[in-house]
Every structure is written in structure tokens, then in C-alpha cells.
């Protein structure tokens, strides 16, 4: 079975550059989660949206943006990379979003900013 | 927000069963209550979910308290690739979506 897409999966940064995070929902999921996952911590939501509008906001940094595409993949654009944006993001998706519905995980994208 | 509370750590032997205590005592009457895993180096699975009557699938079966106030997961033969940080999440958000507030989770290690 089709399973969410990430790319890249490993991504070297320096401070103060950009990054795009790429993320493809399974197919017919129509919303897409963003979390990130510094080391040791635990996952934590950033952001996400629902027939591609904007749905909720967590603890997005003002330096990261994100949208989701009329073909319901989805971009987190970051901007002025700093030390600590390290970690692992993830991209989640469900369809028709609603407090039943099972998020579906991809591998995930390390960055590293050095 | 609810919260949810469950042990740090715990440990069990393969192929026993393995009890996860979750507890959310100020859980609101539309809440479900969500259990993902996540394996070492891989993104958080979706394991098992209920609002109020207990629930059995392929991988585990969770038992939720009358009064919701807390549940347990349950792996009836845990294997090692069960070895995972098991969180206990409540549901929570707008109209769309639903984001997935991850707590501390418990970290299960299973011995040979």
C-alpha cells in the first residue's frame, strides 16, 4: 500500500540558509500534519491543513512557512536556519480529517544545521 | 488541554503479554483516546484507538476505564520488534484536523 512520501530524507544546512521539506500524502488524504522531533524529544506538531487551507498552527517558528498544493502534497519552506532547527520532521496524513482519523507517518526528513 | 499521564519506562519478556497504563483523568466526554509507537529511527505508527468500548485489532487491544479516566494497551505477545516508546494521546483540535499532541510516552524494552 501507498505510504506518505518525504523528501529529502537527509538534508546539510548551514546557518542562516533556506530548506524545503517535500511531503506526499497517501493518496485520496486530503489533510497533511507537520511535526518536528528535536533529539531525545518527542515529537511536536507544527502545523497543518485541510483541503489546502491552513487548518491549525503550533509552535511553527515565524521563519517557517508551509502550504499544501492543489494535488495535496505539501512544502515546509524554512528560512534563516539556525543551530537548533535541527531535527527530524515529519510529515502525517488522514483523510477527511476528523478526531477518528488515523494520521499516517513518512520516514522523515533529518536535518542538520551546521 | 487534556493531558495524559503514563510510566517512563517498562519493560517485559517475549511472547508475555504487556499492560501500558495510560491515565487522563480530565479527558472530555468527545475525546478518543489514540495509541501510536514509534520505532527506533522511524516515524510515529498508529497502533490502536476507542472513545468508549473497549477495542481489538491485528496488533493490540486497548482497554478503556468506565469512567475514561484512564486506558491500557495491550500487546498480548510482545515481541522484539515491539521494543518501541509507546504514547497514549488524546485527541485535540479544530474543524479539519486533528493534530496529535505527543507527550513524554513509555519506553518498552523487551528482553530475550
Known amino acids: 500500500a501507498a505510504g506518505v512520501i518525504q523528501s529529502p530524507r537527509h538534508l546539510i544546512k548551514e546557518k542562516r540558509e533556506t530548506a524545503t521539506l517535500k511531503c506526499y500524502p497517501i493518496?485520496?488524504?486530503?489533510?497533511v500534519y507537520w511535526y518536528q522531533q528535536g533529539p531525545g524529544q518527542d515529537p511536536q506538531f507544527l502545523i497543518s491543513?485541510?483541503?489546502?487551507?491552513?487548518?491549525d498552527k503550533g509552535s511553527i517558528p515565524d521563519r517557517f512557512s508551509a502550504q499544501q498544493f492543489s494535488d495535496y502534497h505539501s512544502e515546509l519552506n524554512m528560512s534563516s536556519l539556525e543551530l537548533g532547527d535541527s531535527a527530524l520532521y515529519f510529515c502525517?496524513?488522514?483523510?477527511?480529517?476528523?478526531?477518528?482519523?488515523?494520521?499516517?507517518f513518512g520516514a522523515g526528513t533529518r536535518l542538520s544545521v551546521l | 488541554d487534556a493531558k495524559t499521564t503514563q510510566p517512563n519506562s517498562m519493560e517485559s519478556n517475549e511472547e508475555e503479554p504487556v499492560h501500558l497504563p495510560c491515565n487522563h483523568s480530565?479527558?472530555?466526554?468527545?475525546?478518543?483516546i489514540h495509541w501510536y509507537r514509534q520505532l527506533p529511527s522511524q516515524g510515529p505508527e498508529y497502533v490502536i484507538h476507542?472513545?468508549?468500548s473497549n477495542v481489538n485489532n491485528r496488533m493490540a487491544s486497548l482497554a478503556i476505564a468506565e469512567d475514561r479516566k484512564s486506558s491500557t494497551l495491550i500487546l498480548h505477545r510482545a515481541t522484539l520488534r515491539d521494543a518501541a516508546v509507546y504514547y497514549c494521546?488524546?485527541?485535540?483540535?479544530?474543524?479539519?484536523?486533528?493534530?496529535?499532541?505527543f507527550g513524554k510516552g513509555t519506553k518498552l524494552s523487551v528482553i530475550p
Open positions: 502525517a496524513s488522514s483523510e477527511r480529517g476528523g478526531r477518528q482519523n488515523i494520521q499516517y
Open positions: 493518496p485520496r488524504h486530503d489533510t
Open positions: 491543513f485541510y483541503e489546502k487551507m491552513q487548518s
Open positions: 480530565t479527558i472530555s466526554g468527545t475525546d478518543y
Open positions: 476507542g472513545l468508549t
Open positions: 494521546i488524546l485527541s485535540f483540535g479544530g474543524a479539519g484536523s486533528y493534530q496529535l499532541t
